[in-house]
C-alpha cells in the first residue's frame, strides 16, 4: 500500500498549487480520501474530504480548495488557490474504508512573499 503526495512547494499570497496524491496497493474507488495538513507547533488538521460525490471542506479553506479524484488513475487532488500565509504546512492525504486507514508521508507547502 502507498499514497504518494506531490506538488507541494513555495508560493507567494495569493498563488495556486495543485497537490496530487497517488495511491496504489488497495482498491482506490471504494476508499474515502481524505486531505489534512500540519504546521509547525500544531496539531494535524482536517482539510477536505473526498468520498465520490460526497465533498466537504474545512472552513478555513471553504471557496479557495477544491478537492476531486479521479479513480481510474487512483489519484485525489487539492487545488489550492488564493493562498495564504497561514496555509504554510506540511499537507497528508489519507485513505479510509471502514477501521482501515493509510497515510502519505506528506508534501511541504510553503506560503510566503
Known amino acids: 500500500v502507498q499514497l504518494v503526495e506531490s506538488g507541494g512547494g513555495m508560493v507567494q499570497p495569493g498563488g495556486s498549487l495543485r497537490l496530487s496524491c497517488a495511491a496504489s496497493?488497495?482498491?482506490?474507488?471504494?476508499?474515502?480520501m481524505t486531505w489534512f495538513r500540519q504546521a509547525p507547533a500544531k496539531e494535524r488538521e482536517w482539510v477536505a474530504i473526498n468520498a465520490g460525490n460526497y465533498k466537504n471542506y474545512a472552513d478555513s479553506v471553504k471557496g479557495r480548495f477544491t478537492t476531486s479524484r479521479d479513480d481510474a488513475k487512483s489519484t485525489v487532488y487539492l487545488q489550492m488557490n488564493s493562498l495564504k500565509p497561514e496555509d504554510t504546512a506540511v499537507y497528508y492525504c489519507?485513505?479510509?474504508?471502514?477501521?482501515?486507514?493509510?497515510w502519505g508521508q506528506g508534501t511541504q507547502v510553503t506560503v510566503s512573499s
Open positions: 496497493g488497495f482498491t482506490f474507488s471504494s476508499y474515502v
Open positions: 489519507s485513505a479510509a474504508l471502514g477501521p482501515t486507514k493509510y
